[in-house]
């Protein structure tokens, strides 16, 4: 479910688990029974990384996308989630 963040944990009247979530684009809230979960914590940019220059304001690191060289520190190369460009968010 990317996009939602989950924002309550609660149970019903026979026990059984329910998560609230809300979009995070369109503000929209649902509820949904489980019984497991795998839930990626809230991100946020590191400020060593933001002071430094390495990345932007979003937190993510400015690569050129196919070399994944960064475009000022020529000794920076990254890859992944953390990357300025088109891949899902952790």
């Not at 019984?35 to 400015?62: F, M, Q, R, W, Y």
Request: glycine residues 8%; contains cysteine; proline residues 6%.
């Amino acid at each position: 479910m990317f996009g939602w963040e989950m924002v309550k944990l609660s149970t019903d009247e026979i026990g059984q688990k329910i998560a609230t979530f809300k979009n995070v684009d369109t503000g929209e809230v649902i509820e949904k029974p489980f019984t497991a979960a795998n839930i990626n914590p809230k991100s946020a940019p590191h400020p060593e990384l933001l002071d430094g220059g390495i990345a932007d304001e979003s937190g993510l690191v400015d690569v050129n996308p196919y070399t994944l060289q960064h475009h000022r520190f020529d000794n920076i190369f990254a890859y992944g989630d953390c990357i300025k460009g088109d891949t899902t968010r952790t």
